[in-house]
């Protein structure tokens, strides 16, 4: 097949030009066959006359298995006889105009009863074969959608405010969701099989994906997508939709510009990375940031950014690159600070070791349920690394690297909330001291399931103000005070 984009020379004798690659017509070639009066030919078949013999039309007939198994006929036979390259290069309403008139070819020979709607539905369905992600892809543009769970090809759920909720929206078989699952992690080189059946990706948007196949997923694929808004959230929306308060976020901002190193704490889906991108963005412009992640998804604001991302095995085994590695690795390459996606091993000790010899201000995340029980898997992840170190040493390293510990929660009701901001004062012979300096106290539930509760202050003065201070941040002491409403 040439360069340019064309089909397979109809039987027809009329057919129209077919398109070269830049868009215009070349002489000589054929591509689909010519339909005459589109218009006249179409609508007919589309709406045929009401009678006894002729059924009603569906509520979605989208979703009947004819259609499903007609689309993805329709996308295999465009796969054989279009030069995608080509397609893809040209603008967005070109290509949809084309993919319409083959569609609408095959319609009227299939003899599918839509109107026309339903028509343009299944064009930016076939579309979204082609070039996107199927029956998944206007779930990924839809933007009040964060989660999508598919559990098989027949089950897909939704995460909209926090609620899980069904979806109608379903792959024609199992191979068809495996195609899909393909397409995703080849993207970025990694595979999923049964030699395989596990394995963390991302999309181009940074969405984390995570897929389970057989044979260790007993009824079928599972696929989670956790999206990522285009927009990241910066602190101000995040006090917006009640996550934090003002004086809350002021201080936390504060900490991160005078270069107080944090630890995100936080369940699954809390709300780690959205809160470690807001903070981020209060990091000057001036510094040099080493970012080192599982699946690449922190989205950073500042121009002096480098970006490193693990590596899983190959087939035979070898060639895996872990997080403590690319800790060790960033700490040659001359960073003012070092931001961990998610700390979950051995690879804790070597952050700490950055936090303690210049590297002040650097983050992480961590999956923890209370900052007192982020300490206690700090300590478990330490000793991972296998080092001959005491529990005294062990607290004493995380003592002088950590000053505070940001907890998040996603409540039942679905909303994100920050629990608890935490500092670490230092060490009391064996136990490390701590002390709450803003927390979300819960005080019921309302009738429709949402939470009720406020944010106080505990009227603890944070130790690190004076270090705000010799900075030339001033935080006031009002902020602090538990009988100020926050």
């Known amino acids: 097949m040439t360069g340019r984009f064309t089909a397979r020379r109809s039987e027809a004798p009329d057919s129209a030009p077919a398109l070269a690659e830049d868009g215009v017509a070349a002489a000589g070639e054929t591509s689909w066959q010519a339909l005459p009066e589109l218009e006249s030919q179409i609508q007919p078949a589309l709406q045929p006359e009401p009678g006894p013999d002729v059924p009603s039309a569906p509520s979605n007939p989208l979703l009947t298995d004819k259609l499903l198994d007609a689309k993805v006929r329709l996308h295999r036979r465009l796969i054989e006889e279009i030069n995608l390259q080509a397609l893809e290069k040209l603008p967005e309403a070109e290509m949809h105009a084309h993919v319409q008139k083959l569609v609408s070819q095959y319609v009227v020979s299939e003899r599918l009863a839509l109107n026309t709607q339903e028509l343009n539905d299944f064009v930016s369905e076939i579309l979204d074969e082609m070039t996107g992600l199927g029956p998944i892809e206007p779930l990924l543009k839809d933007p009040t959608i964060s989660d999508i769970l598919i559990n098989g090809h027949e089950c897909t759920y939704v995460e909209r405010g926090g609620m899980l909720e069904p979806t109608q929206v379903r792959f024609k078989d199992e191979q068809h969701l495996i195609r899909i699952v393909n397409k995703i992690v080849s993207a970025v080189g990694r595979r999923v099989d049964e030699s395989h059946p596990m394995c963390d990706a991302r999309l181009l948007d940074g969405s984390r994906v995570n897929v389970a196949v057989r044979p260790i997923a007993v009824d079928g694929p599972l696929v989670s997508i956790r999206k990522f808004s285009k927009k990241p959230f910066n602190l101000n929306k995040l006090v917006d939709i009640g996550a934090l308060r003002p004086q809350m976020a002021e201080l936390l901002g504060a900490a991160v510009k005078a270069r107080v190193t944090l630890i995100i704490s936080g369940g699954t889906g809390s709300g780690k990375t959205t809160m470690l991108n807001a903070l981020s963005a209060f990091i000057s412009e001036k510094e040099r940031l080493l970012t080192i992640e599982d699946a690449a998804e922190l989205q950073l604001q500042q121009p002096h950014v480098g970006r490193m991302e693990t590596r899983p095995p190959n087939t035979e085994g070898k060639g895996e690159i872990r997080q403590r590695e690319?800790?060790?690795?960033?700490?040659?390459?001359?960073?003012?600070?070092?931001?961990?996606?998610?700390?979950?091993?051995?690879?804790?000790?070597?952050?700490?070791?950055?936090?303690?010899?210049?590297?002040?201000?650097?983050?992480?995340?961590?999956?923890?349920?209370?900052?007192?029980?982020?300490?206690?898997?700090?300590?478990?992840?330490?000793?991972?690394?296998?080092?001959?170190m005491t529990i005294a040493s062990t607290r004493g390293q995380i003592a002088s690297a950590i000053r505070v510990i940001v907890q998040l929660q996603r409540l039942s009701d679905g909303k994100r909330r920050v629990t608890s901001i935490a500092e670490i004062t230092g060490m009391e012979g064996d136990i490390l001291q701590m002390q709450e300096i803003y927390k979300f106290v819960r005080t019921g539930t309302a009738e429709d399931g949402a939470v009720q509760?406020?944010?106080?202050?505990?009227?603890?003065?944070?130790r690190f103000l004076t270090d705000l201070l010799a900075k030339g941040i001033k935080i006031p002491g009002s902020y602090f005070d538990p009988s100020q409403p926050l």
Request: proline share 5%; net charge neutral; aromatic share 2%.
């Open 326 to 388: 690319l800790v060790k690795n960033a700490l040659r390459m001359r960073p003012d600070r070092v931001i961990l996606g998610e700390c979950r091993g051995e690879e804790a000790f070597d952050m700490l070791q950055a936090m303690n010899t210049g590297h002040e201000g650097s983050m992480a995340t961590i999956h923890a349920n209370t900052p007192r029980d982020a300490i206690s898997r700090l300590e478990q992840m330490i000793g991972m690394a296998g080092l001959p």
């Open 453 to 462: 509760g406020h944010f106080q202050a505990t009227g603890v003065r944070p």
